[in-house]
């Protein structure tokens, strides 16, 4: 799987877009991007997916470079309770199905 | 979807001793994972857990140290055995459910918080 680079961690004001970025310049073609986020001392949580497409789903939008050699999670309107540390995973179809996760971004959304 | 649940919860042990964390869906899945987290670390996967079959380990966990067993679709076990304080860690079960293989939604309990003393 495709190696992924995070910043450590971000602020963001209450209410206010989160762009969170990460690089995956090492993306093959039929390796996706996920991300999940993991609120303290909870179990992760899935947020959203793509391959080439934006996506959007209730929780955020992912935008992904054409070339897919990086990609912008979006929290449209940040809230308090969406401080966590937010991992951006790179994995193919075929790997068996299995998440390798990275350091990730800990947001921290002040009010 | 799929809850996953875990027991127990947290827990201190002695040095030297084993436990088994329980991990149980409540709806039948085809892939089960353990992860352990480290005090300020990252998930670090372990093994997936087969059904019927053994554990797949990642590099680096053998089974004499974490065995693993999954008697059907729906249950997991995790030991850890002859913990030593370097073994002190949250341990997460996950899942795949059976629509989402491919579509990328993996299922996490809420963790065993292990303190070995």
């Known amino acids: 799987d495709a190696k992924t680079t995070q910043p450590t961690s971000m602020d963001c004001a209450e209410g206010r877009a989160a762009n969170l970025p990460c690089n995956h310049s090492?993306?093959?073609?039929?390796?996706?991007v996920y991300w999940y986020r993991q609120i303290h001392s909870q179990g992760p949580q899935y947020i959203i997916h793509?391959?080439?497409n934006n996506e959007t789903n209730e929780m955020a939008s992912l935008i992904i470079t054409e070339d897919r050699k990086s990609s912008t999670l979006i929290l449209p309107h940040a809230t308090l309770r969406d401080t966590a540390v937010y991992y951006c995973?790179?994995?193919?179809?075929?790997?068996?199905?299995?998440?390798?996760f990275g350091s990730g971004t800990k947001l921290n959304v002040k009010p | 979807s799929a809850v996953i649940s875990q027991k127990p919860s947290r827990d201190i042990c002695q040095r030297g001793t084993s436990l088994t964390i329980q991990c149980q869906v409540d709806?039948?899945?085809?892939?089960m994972f353990w992860y352990r987290q480290q005090p300020g670390q990252s998930l670090t996967l372990i093994a997936t857990?087969?059904?019927?079959?053994?554990?797949?380990?990642e590099s680096g966990f053998v089974i004499d140290k974490f065995p693993i067993s999954r008697p059907n679709l729906t249950f997991s076990t995790l030991t850890v055995s002859n913990m030593s304080p370097e073994d002190s860690s949250i341990y997460l079960c996950?899942?795949?459910?059976?629509?989402?293989?491919?579509?990328?939604?993996?299922?996490f309990g809420e963790g065993s918080r292990l303190t070995v003393l």
């Open positions: 857990a087969n059904q019927g079959s053994e554990a797949t380990y």
């Open positions: 793509g391959l080439k």
């Open positions: 995973i790179v994995r193919a179809l075929y790997n068996f199905n299995k998440f390798y």
């Open positions: 996950s899942a795949h459910g059976t629509g989402t293989p491919n579509t990328g939604e993996l299922f």
């Open positions: 709806s039948q899945v085809t892939m």
């Open positions: 090492t993306i093959s073609g039929n390796e996706y």
